[in-house]
């Protein structure tokens, strides 16, 4: 989504490395896991930039607020 790619290409930086620096910025845990050394690095790799509020704003208005999975706030974690 170009929401994730233009960013990564602003910042030299991999869609999932923006999608996990929008988790950052905003307080949200995550916890990503990789069978790959290089991709393990690249998501430890996401505190040498910041995105704007636009791009933030962005992101978030992905949410379509339909589940593709159950919804663990309403079928409990
Ligand atoms: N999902 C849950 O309900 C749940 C609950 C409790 C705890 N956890 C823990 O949370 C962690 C993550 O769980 P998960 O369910 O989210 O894992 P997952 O879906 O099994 O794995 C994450 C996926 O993201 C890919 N990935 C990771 N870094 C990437 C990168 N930089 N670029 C592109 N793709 C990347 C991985 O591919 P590659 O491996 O091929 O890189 C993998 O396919 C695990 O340690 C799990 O034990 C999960």
Redesign the pocket.
């Known amino acids: 989504n170009p929401a994730l790619t233009e960013p990564a290409q602003k910042y030299g930086k ?1 869609p ?2 923006v999608t996990l620096r929008w988790h950052v910025q905003q307080g949200i845990a995550a ?6 050394p290089q ?2 690095q ?2 430890l790799d996401i505190f040498d930039f910041e995105l704007t509020d636009a791009e933030i704003e962005r992101i978030n208005s992905l949410d379509t607020g339909k589940h593709a999975r159950q919804d ?1 706030e309403s079928f409990g974690h």
């Open positions: 991999t999932a490395q916890a990503p896991k990789s069978a790959h991709r393990q690249q998501n663990s």
